[in-house]
């Protein structure tokens, strides 16, 4: 196909007030001729594709939960809770690493092949995980399946973003979210005979090397982003690609209107420190204080601590692990049909109160004013409550928030820091929940959890900007602001 030339603008990441109502007119010109929207069937089967690496950060986040003490028997470190803890924050570790570079890999390979990567060292990493004889070799396993684990996350985020039909954009990123559940289920289901059956364990391991060997087979097929190729100069591709997701009716306009946007300077190498300093500080800042908002939330503290909670009210901590999924999947299940309704920023607002009114039932479980039961009671419904909560906005919609506010330019870098912000803070609370837990008590702990929950209900108010429904170039437009 013939490459095309297109016009951009100069200026380095600011339009002036007269190119922003030009550029403006211009979109809205173009969504006047459309004939209608473009189906939302053409781009769903490469959004199916590309949430197999979500099911895969799901199963591998549960794969050693019912696992673990017999992994522990067999490789000769039983009782040694510094080994087990290797065997957990090891896989986070990779995740840290490989998340802190997944943009620098999207932006030079491209959407597909960072997908494809990704895959490799999970594929590798869960064999030598499911044939290892000691607890080193199940430690690179684990550490090489966590690098595929932090470079998926902030991948499948660009490329559902970039690829999505605005009308359908939030649905299909709440995808993603459905699909980490189906894949920590999947995991904890699995596991389940593991403390029965000698061996299980490498079975469970054998199992997720199948999806992520789709996953590369099927990107081969898969189209790309037409952001990234129209940044690499390659017009004539993006038209090609836009075809396969919009229609052919809607290609002439996606071009324009992508192109009008991009810059003569986007082909500029992006320095770390102009994620943090001038122009984009104010996205960059957003992004990576909601993330760590998230997590401080205490979101993990209440997955690590919820079986504890269920064996006191007498539960199983099979069962307890299956409600805690159910909870996850329904909340994001609902989360998919609200989000292009009600909107990010109000889904946003309303998860982060819920869960801070979540917290509020833990604290009054820990007073001497509840009874056992009751206390027993608030304890377990606030959990499957604050864990519902979390699943209907401050789980799915920060990582789609943020892929739709960071400008073109930025996107995947600033994804991959941003995403590098939450494991560092999920590291620091699962490090120190357990000892501040003994130290200051659960009143205390929780009371700091739902302080910071408030928090981020005002910052969320404050900050966050409305995306849905808008094109990417529209949001964008609305976000450039004068040096």
């Avoid at 211009?26 to 594709?49: C, D, M, Q, T």
């Avoid at 039983?78 to 620098?104: D, H, P, Q, R």
């Avoid at 090489?144 to 985020?157: A, D, F, K, Q, Y």
């Avoid at 359908?168 to 995808?175: E, N, P, W």
Wanted: charged share 15%; glycine share 12%; with cysteine.
């Amino acid at each position: 196909m013939r490459e095309r030339q297109y016009k951009r603008t100069t200026s380095k990441g600011q339009l002036t007030g007269l190119d922003r109502v030009e550029t403006l007119e211009y979109l809205h010109n173009f969504a006047g001729k459309e004939s209608g929207k473009p189906s939302w069937r053409l781009s769903l089967p490469h959004i199916l594709v590309a949430t197999v690496s979500s099911f895969l950060f799901g199963y591998h986040l549960g794969v050693v939960n019912e696992t673990l003490e017999s992994i522990a028997l067999d490789l000769g470190f039983n009782g040694s809770t510094l080994a087990e803890g290797l065997v957990v924050s090891t896989c986070l570790g990779g995740a840290f690493i490989g998340s802190l570079f997944s943009g620098w890999i999207a932006d030079g390979i491209g959407r597909r092949r960072a997908f494809q990567l990704c895959a490799v060292p999970m594929i590798i990493g869960a064999s030598i995980s499911a044939t290892t004889g000691s607890l080193y070799g199940m430690l690179l396993g684990r550490f090489l399946v966590g690098t595929g684990m932090g470079i998926g996350p902030p991948v499948v985020s660009l490329y559902v973003t970039e690829i999505s039909p605005a009308f359908v954009r939030g649905t299909y990123g709440s995808f993603t979210q459905i699909a980490t559940c189906i894949g920590l289920i999947g995991a904890l289901s699995i596991g389940i005979p593991a403390k029965e059956i000698d061996g299980w364990w490498r079975v469970c391991f054998w199992v997720s090397a199948f999806p992520a060997a789709i996953l590369a087979f099927l990107m081969e097929f898969s189209a790309e982003s037409p952001h990234w190729l129209l940044k690499k100069g390659r017009g004539g591709d993006a038209e090609a690609e836009f075809e396969k997701l919009l229609g052919g009716l809607h290609v002439k306009s996606a071009i324009a209107e992508l192109s009008k946007l991009e810059r003569g300077d986007e082909v500029d190498a992006i320095k770390l420190s102009d994620l943090f300093f001038g122009h984009y500080f104010r996205v960059v800042f957003t992004g990576s204080s909601l993330f760590a908002l998230q997590q401080l939330s205490g979101i993990n503290a209440v997955f690590y601590f919820s079986s504890t909670v269920f064996r006191g009210a007498g539960v199983p901590p099979d069962l307890a692990n299956i409600c805690i999924g159910i909870a996850n999947l329904s909340g994001s299940i609902i989360a998919m049909i609200l989000m292009d309704k009600l909107g990010r920023k109000v889904l946003l607002l309303g998860s982060f109160l819920g869960m801070a009114v979540s917290m509020g039932l833990q604290v009054m479980a820990a007073t001497s004013f509840a009874s056992e039961s009751g206390a027993l009671y608030l304890s377990v419904g606030g959990i499957l409550l604050f864990v519902l909560t979390f699943s209907l906005g401050a789980g799915p919609v920060p990582s789609i928030l943020l892929a739709e506010i960071f400008p073109s330019r930025i996107r995947a870098k600033a994804m991959a820091v941003c995403m590098a912000v939450q494991w560092v803070i999920n590291f620091f609370v699962g490090l120190f929940f357990l000892r501040l837990l003994e130290q200051i008590g659960p009143q205390i702990l929780y009371t700091i959890f739902a302080t910071f929950c408030l928090i981020a209900v005002a910052f969320v108010k404050r900050n966050v900007v409305e995306t849905k429904g808008k094109s990417l170039q529209e949001i964008e437009i609305a976000l450039l602001t004068p040096e």
